[in-house]
Structures are given as C-alpha cells and as structure tokens.
C-alpha cells in the first residue's frame, strides 16, 4: 500500500470509469426490457442496478478508509519501534516477554 512513504491509489478518474461501464450494463437491460413493454421488470432491474451500485461503492469506500487506517497504525508502530530500540527489539524480544509471562503465571497458579 505505500512505496517510498507515500500511499498507493486507484485515480478518482479509473474508479468513475468503472462505476459507469457497471452503471451502462443495468441501464442497458432496463433500458431493454422497458422497450419490450415490460414495465415492473425494468424498473425493478433499475431499482435493483442502483441499490447495487450504491451498495458496492459504499462498501469499496469502507474498505478503503479501512486499508488506509491500517496503514497509517502500521506506519506510527514501525516508526515507534525505530524510536525505542531499533531493530534488535523486534527480532526477538517479543517471544522472550511472552515466555517470561508465561513462566511468571506458572509460579503463582502452582496447579498447572
């Protein structure tokens, strides 16, 4: 998601395309079957083609907000790790506090 400490996205302009080519094929069908003196069925594939669209743009907006929240959690815990001790905490500290943890749990619940 980032490269070079900027953030990757899909332009605004590549997203617009894709919502139009997916909004042309339902009003293409509706279109259709209006022609075709079919009036509930076309407006029901329209209704339908809009509450779909809404639904994946809403959905496609929540998981981008998402993947951006993450990345930017990801970004300040790395730049605080740096900060606290550099590479060697991370590599294995984290097991040996778990273990100690562990062993500190042992000796005050003598039963397991």
Same mark, same amino acid.
């Given at each position: 998601?980032?490269?070079?400490?900027?953030?990757?996205?899909?332009? +605004?302009?590549?997203?617009?395309?894709?919502?139009?080519?997916?909004?042309?094929?339902?009003?293409?069908?509706?279109?259709?079957?209006?022609?075709?003196?079919?009036?509930?069925? @076309?407006?029901?594939?329209?209704?339908?083609?809009? *509450?779909?669209?809404?639904?994946?743009?809403?959905?496609?907006?929540?998981?981008?907000?998402?993947? =951006?929240?993450?990345?930017?959690?990801?970004?300040?815990? $790395?730049? +605080? @790790? =740096? +900060?606290? @001790?550099?590479? @060697?905490?991370?590599? *294995?500290? +984290? *097991?040996?506090?778990?273990?100690?943890?562990? *062993?500190?749990?042992?000796?005050?619940?003598?039963? $397991?």
């Amino acid at each position: 998601m980032i490269q070079g400490g900027k953030y990757l996205s899909i332009s +605004k302009k590549q997203i617009f395309l894709f919502y139009a080519l997916l909004a042309a094929v339902w009003l293409w069908e509706s279109v259709g079957e209006l022609s075709r003196n079919n009036l509930a069925a @076309g407006l029901l594939l329209f209704f339908f083609g809009a *509450g779909f669209l809404a639904a994946l743009y809403g959905i496609q907006s929540y998981f981008s907000k998402m993947l =951006r929240l993450y990345q930017s959690n990801l970004t300040k815990s $790395t730049a +605080k @790790g =740096r +900060k606290a @001790g550099g590479e @060697g905490r991370r590599a *294995g500290s +984290k *097991g040996l506090a778990s273990a100690n943890i562990r *062993g500190k749990n042992r000796s005050e619940n003598p039963s $397991t």
